[in-house]
């Protein structure tokens, strides 16, 4: 190679570093901004409504969620798809139901599926329910805040329940573009207590509690996860320390 060539060639490599390097700016705020607003409705909605409702149901194993009550989403907010007989009900939380400040709020990609036990049903279920019919009247994250903080300290709003929890256990979940899918896990929600009172996030605790994002909500409960080594289905689930979601 003689020395015109090999300076040809260096000076093509170092130009074509500095495209990348103005594109990557770019490109960093595109997907930063990608989801800064709700999308049309139309955009968080399952067209096989079948297919939505085996997904919710795929939450926890089927000795549960065949018996459970399952909701599916539609443009006005959650109606139920079948009547259950166990007291459980299962559904696939959309992006709204993240922490606020989560760069995945609404990103209509995100299904999360999940069962209530009855005491979730009775107190946890229904934020899901309330949020969801805020934000599609048109509310702003903020004014949903202020209006379920509203309904808590009225007595609208129940406080968790002793003994409620929930599975998160499918293998299809999707937490959003930055997460995916989550390790199995169960999840009991209590009011608001510090993490030590239950050992959670110490050397070989099983018991998690998500420090990743600091402002989940405005619902007054703590939530505490517990991995499982198996989907819902039972097959095996890789482990994963990774917690980058709502909890």
């Known amino acids: 190679m ?71 989403f539609e443009k006005d907010g959650y109606h139920t ?37 009855p005491a979730a049903v009775r107190s946890i279920l229904p934020y899901t329910i309330v949020t969801t019919k805020l934000l599609l009247s048109g509310m702003t994250k903020a004014q949903m805040v202020e209006n379920i903080q509203a309904q808590v300290a009225s007595g609208l709003l129940p406080m968790p329940e002793p003994g409620a929890m929930s599975y998160m256990m499918s293998k299809n979940q999707y937490f959003g573009d930055g997460a995916g899918r989550w390790r199995p896990h169960l999840m009991f929600h209590i009011p608001h207590v510090s993490a030590t009172s239950w050992g959670a996030n110490l050397d ?34 890789m482990s994963d320390d990774s917690a980058s979601h709502r909890h």
Request: aromatic share 8%.
């Open 81 to 117: 798809a079948i009547e259950g007989k166990n007291g459980f009900t299962c559904l696939l939380e959309r992006p709204w139901m993240q922490p606020l400040d989560s760069t995945e709020y609404w990103n209509p990609k995100l299904r999360v599926p999940i069962c209530y036990n």
């Open 2 to 72: 003689n020395q015109k060539t090999a300076k040809t060639i260096a000076l093509a490599v170092l130009a074509l570093f500095i495209v990348l390097g103005e594109c990557r700016p770019g490109q960093a705020q595109d997907a930063k901004a990608q989801y800064t607003s709700m999308a049309p409705v139309d955009q968080y909605l399952m067209a096989d409504r079948d297919a939505e409702i085996a997904l919710a149901k795929s939450a926890a194993p089927a000795a549960i969620s065949n018996d459970a009550t399952v909701l599916v």
């Open 204 to 237: 070989d605790s099983p018991v998690l509690f998500d420090t990743y994002h600091h402002d989940p909500g405005p619902e007054p409960e703590t939530i505490f996860m517990v991995p499982v080594d198996h989907w819902s289905d039972g097959t095996p689930a």
